[in-house]
């Protein structure tokens, strides 16, 4: 983590670890702004966000979309939720719907229009990890943006 701290300077995000599960990679990445709300949360590099990150390796199952609660994984978020969470508000409101946020930076740098990445979360016991994911044949790209801790 210290060394892709670095990286995040000069970039729009930087890949941290691959996965593989049942012969299909996932690519995860993170963000400067990831990176500067768990600082702020005094959450960078805690117990409970690394091991967020590494419940990635769960990867995304198309046919296991939500989280039937409790299960820990990669789900997809979607905006009908009722009634409207913290994460929704985090993902949607405050990023993805927010002119200027680096959504657009992420899916240039993805090469894909942005309506294309899914907007996901990463649960783990104690922690949410919000990001956007490219779903694609060859793989799976996960790029991480903010966090959720409340339960």
């Known amino acids: 983590m210290a ?16 996965f593989e599960r049942d012969g299909r990679p996932l690519t995860l990445a993170i963000t400067d702004r990831l990176r500067r709300t ?15 990150l590494k419940n990635a390796e769960y990867g995304f199952d198309p046919n296991h979309l939500h989280s039937s ?7 997809l978020l979607t905006r009908d939720f009722r009634p409207r969470n913290e994460m929704m508000k985090k993902l949607f409101d405050r990023y993805l719907d927010k002119m200027g946020s680096g959504a657009e930076l992420i899916a240039d740098e993805m090469r894909v229009p942005l309506a294309e990445l899914l907007p996901v ?13 490219r779903h ?6 996960l790029v991480l943006v903010d966090f959720d801790d409340t339960k």
């Open 136 to 141: 694609a044949d060859g793989g799976d790209f």
């Open 69 to 75: 609660g409790g299960a820990d994984g990669l789900f």
């Open 38 to 52: 768990c600082k702020k949360a005094r959450v960078w590099q805690s117990k409970p966000l690394l091991t967020a």
């Open 3 to 18: 060394q892709a701290e670095v990286g995040l300077a000069n970039a729009t995000f930087v890949v941290v670890h691959e």
């Open 121 to 133: 979360r990463l649960v783990s016991h104690h922690m949410r990890l919000l990001g956007l994911l």
